[in-house]
């Protein structure tokens, strides 16, 4: 299968922190005796050539090429990085693909002092939009989540990316110890009027391996009660349609047009690059689908990557059926839904064969599913139990 036309997204994995977070389980490091820039700028533009040049052969000659709808660099802070190195990889990603008139090109960044003063830097590399780690307004639970800004600092970020970027998102973790749906409600009014573009929710949760996994476990705090959780939850909508944004995804909420494009490549189960750390990667090649991975550590990765070009540890051909089943995971979290026959396009097997039949028909009479034309859709009371519904629905 030549020829692939399918706008590609790529993502670019900085894996470095000031700080580890005791949520996060991220694949994110802490490094005290710093990083070396130019060498790590050098390696993830050297293994951005080496998938390049594999997608130029799926693609021959110069008026072939993919095009490239979205950059997103995550982490990690990527908003640590220089901005030479931010500037050389969008510069090079232009000149191997062919990048849309409209081009997503996202950064993450935290909202410190230090970290705002280098946002116009970032914009002049050619970011065009700004995603801010906010997490809350909240000066207790800034500090209950060992965040390194003050609710003011988040506040002047705020301000500051929205006078730089076009588009600006910000994330905000609920359903925090003793936390009530009244102040969660006036914490989202505050940060909605703020920067009311695109939010990024998500509820707290204990992962194995960080430091609130151990923290909890011994009861130094308890999460609120499920119920308690799903009402913030259910706040969340009805506060963020305030200011006139939609959910569209479980856990994201935009106005109009304001969707984060990247993400929305995932969802819809497109053509993504993973460059970088630890970074997965899916993409059509030949008619098969590639699962890469590339080396978490980032010292190794590193050496792989100026050793051979590239740090990938494992590449499987995905079977039709894994092919389905990711589809159905990704496109069901969306407002809108599946659509068969793209997880048949993307699958080469029918959809009946991605889906056990019984469980079909049961979810909908449950109200949990429905058709909406073509299209197979999450219902609200779906979507908050599409965690435990997934397992048994996909074959």
Known sequence: MRGVTEPLALYIHWPFCASKCPYCDFNSHVREGGVDH???REALRRELAHEAERVASETPGRNS?????SIFFGGG???LMEAETVAALIADARGFFDATDDIEITLEANPTSVETGKLREFAAAGVNRASLGVQSLDAEALRFLGRRHDASQAIAALEAARGI???LSFDLIYARPGQSEASWRAELRQALALAADHLSLYQLTIEPGTRFFTEHARGAFALPEEDDAARMYEATAEEAARFGLAPYEISNYAKPGAESRHNLAYWRYG???GIGPGAHQRLLMNGDMLATRRHRAPEEWLTRVETSGHATVEEEILSPRDRGREALLMGLRLAEGVD???IEARS????LDTIDPAMLTACLDEGYLEWQGPRLVAT???RVRLDALLPVLLR
């Open 165 to 167: 970027f076009p588009r």
């Open 380 to 382: 609200s009371e779906g």
């Open 271 to 273: 053509d993504y690059l």
């Open 38 to 40: 130019a060498r790590y």
């Open 65 to 69: 090429r993919r095009p490239l709808a």
């Open 77 to 79: 802070t990527p908003s």
């Open 348 to 351: 080469s097997l029918n959809f």
């Open 340 to 342: 068969p026959a793209r």
